[in-house]
């Protein structure tokens, strides 16, 4: 068994206390060489690829920047996306979906999500010959209560904390950028000669402070300059899926998630603003990165992966004991605040360039939306949404037209997709009705052409709107990023925006409002789960019903007056 996070801290401020001894002391010699031989056994023993948390937590705690800020480097992660993404209860409801439309490759459907959401599990199981099963894990961290209540495996540890920190900082630059390295195939460094694991990282380690980490947890620093690379995250966030037939064949591939290929297509790229420098932003300022012996650092990467997935951060709080979670309320509530900040300030912006009331009582609303994000909005899992959502209201404040309005139940009433699972909204060069909203999405569909929430049946797009990064060129965009239905031929769909224009007939009209709206997971991907008679499907749905009024969030607004032409 590992040890527990006071051991770790205990062991660390011992050899804090040794290196205080001249190097040539007897008593640091006598620790530093016993450690050294333990971890050389460890290190063999493929239990101990990876370091629970806890061993890096003792030390990379308590971190506070120039101005104050709390920004450790544990507290950070263990309240983002990336520490809870075993326990996501919309993936671990999405898997037993899977595994029930494809029973014949349950394994491997589990196998396969194990290598992004449980990577460090995964890797073990493989090492002995097994299969990972996401499912069985998850089930096993919950039933124990999180935060190491009861007795469980060391690997049951690691599975439980999803992309945990020995894994992304055991990441070689062997094969990165490539096709072989996507889909979780990254390549692991391996062990140094005398054993011990390599810890990765920015910074070019000081000889002392090398052996308190390694003595302490087995893992030795060394610099490698692509961890701050795009490629290093491309392994996980680029995701191309096979299609399972009816009878259990492969029919088809889908390029599910292109997050890395869309910023090699826009001006981020071009300028080397890397994934790390929008969802990893450097404190300002030196500041030490370990609270034992810390040296000060400039540049160092905030951990908390800031994303868009608010709303789920929210929903593992609320329902945190059912989940078992163990990142603490305060933890999981900072990072989803951080999210909504990042949300309203870097990711888009509204503006109405135009709004007026014709003699002929036609209201004329010209919105133009721009992404300031270095990829498409929304990337990643295609369960991601945003829309417009426009009220015109007359000059007693009655709402006299509006497009877009979201339900209680999450719903977007004129949604297409949201009203029947076979139908999905079309893209808008222009609106001239309230049953028209513009949805910024892509819509997987099956061989047939149905529309799909399966990810394993899906073999293509039928819709990609989705907002272009700046620099984006969609008449040279590969197809496995192509934009797809009405937006391809919308001239005003292009890098970096998007102009819609609103024509609606209207009696009178004082003032317009227009929000961009971002909803996590859309209305028809949790709606599609309720068939599915099994735990995680249920719970989820369950959980979903109880936030759905606060399922999406305002990314930008924008307010006029309306002139009379």
């Avoid at 096993?140 to 060391?154: D, H, I, L, Q, W």
């Avoid at 997709?417 to 028209?436: C, L, V």
């Amino acid at each position: 068994m590992r040890r527990t996070g006071t051991l770790a801290a205990a062991a660390a401020l011992l050899c804090a206390s040794l290196l205080m001894v001249s190097d040539r002391g007897e008593a640091q010699s006598s620790a530093v060489s016993e450690r050294a031989a333990s971890a050389r056994v460890v290190a063999h023993d493929p239990a101990s690829m990876f370091a629970p948390s806890t061993d890096c937590l003792a030390c990379h705690n308590n971190l506070v920047g120039p101005d104050g800020e709390d920004v450790s480097i544990g507290a950070s992660w263990r309240g983002s996306m990336m520490a809870n993404s075993a326990t996501d209860p919309y993936v671990l409801a999405s898997v037993r979906r899977e595994t029930i439309d494809h029973v014949s490759h349950a394994g491997e459907i589990e196998d396969e999500c194990a290598s992004c959401h449980m990577p460090a599990a995964r890797r073990i199981a493989h090492a002995f010959g097994r299969k990972a099963s996401i499912l069985q894990h998850a089930a096993v961290g919950a039933s124990a209560g999180g935060g190491g209540a009861g007795v469980r495996e060391n690997v049951d540890e690691l599975a439980r904390e999803g992309v945990t920190c020995t894994v992304c900082h055991q990441i070689a630059a062997e094969r990165l950028g490539t096709p072989e390295s996507f889909n979780g195939n990254f390549v692991l460094s391996p062990p140094l000669a005398n054993g011990r694991r390599r810890a990765l990282g920015p910074f070019q380690p000081d000889a002392g402070r090398r052996r308190i980490m390694s003595s302490v947890t087995g893992f030795e620093q060394e610099q490698a300059g692509h961890i701050r690379e795009s490629e290093l995250c491309a392994t996980c966030h680029t995701l191309i899926t096979k299609a399972i037939g009816p009878d259990g064949s492969v029919i088809g591939t889908l390029p599910e998630q292109m997050n890395y290929q869309e910023w090699r297509h826009s001006a981020f790229a071009v300028e080397q603003r890397s994934c790390q420098s929008c969802h990893m932003p450097p404190v300002s300022g030196p500041v030490r990165v370990a609270s034992v012996l810390g040296e000060l650092r400039d540049r160092l990467s905030r951990h908390t992966f800031v994303g868009g997935n608010a709303f789920m951060l929210r929903l593992m709080n609320r329902f945190r004991s059912e989940l078992g979670m163990v990142a603490t309320s305060a933890e999981l509530e900072g990072t989803a605040r951080a999210t909504i900040r990042q949300l309203e300030r870097d990711t888009a912006t509204l503006t109405i360039d135009r709004a007026t009331l014709g003699d002929d009582g036609v209201l004329a609303v010209d919105v133009v939306v721009r992404n300031l994000t270095g990829h498409k909005f929304p990337t990643g899992y295609p369960s991601r949404r945003a829309w417009l959502h426009l009220v015109a209201r007359d000059a007693r404040g009655n709402s006299v037209f509006e497009s877009g309005r979201l339900a209680e139940t999450g719903r977007i009433e004129g949604s297409d997709n949201d009203a029947d699972a076979g139908a999905f909204e079309p893209h808008y060069d222009a609106i001239t009705s309230a049953d028209q909203v513009q949805v910024y999405e892509s819509v997987m569909g099956t061989p047939s052409g149905r529309p799909t929430t399966g990810l394993l049946e899906a073999t293509r797009f039928l819709k990609d709107n989705r907002l272009l990064p700046r620099g984006f060129d969609k008449t040279t965009a590969a197809l496995e990023i192509a934009v797809i239905g009405g937006a391809a031929a919308d001239d005003d769909f292009v890098g970096g925006e998007d102009r819609v224009r609103y024509r609606v007939p209207m009696p009178e009209a004082a003032s317009v409002v227009v929000e961009l709206r971002y909803q996590p997971i859309a209305f028809r991907w949790a709606r599609n789960l309720e068939p599915y008679d099994a735990s995680e499907p249920r719970a989820f749905v369950r959980y979903y019903d109880a936030l759905a009024p606060s399922s999406s969030f305002v990314v930008a607004t924008a307010a006029t007056n309306v002139a009379r032409r």
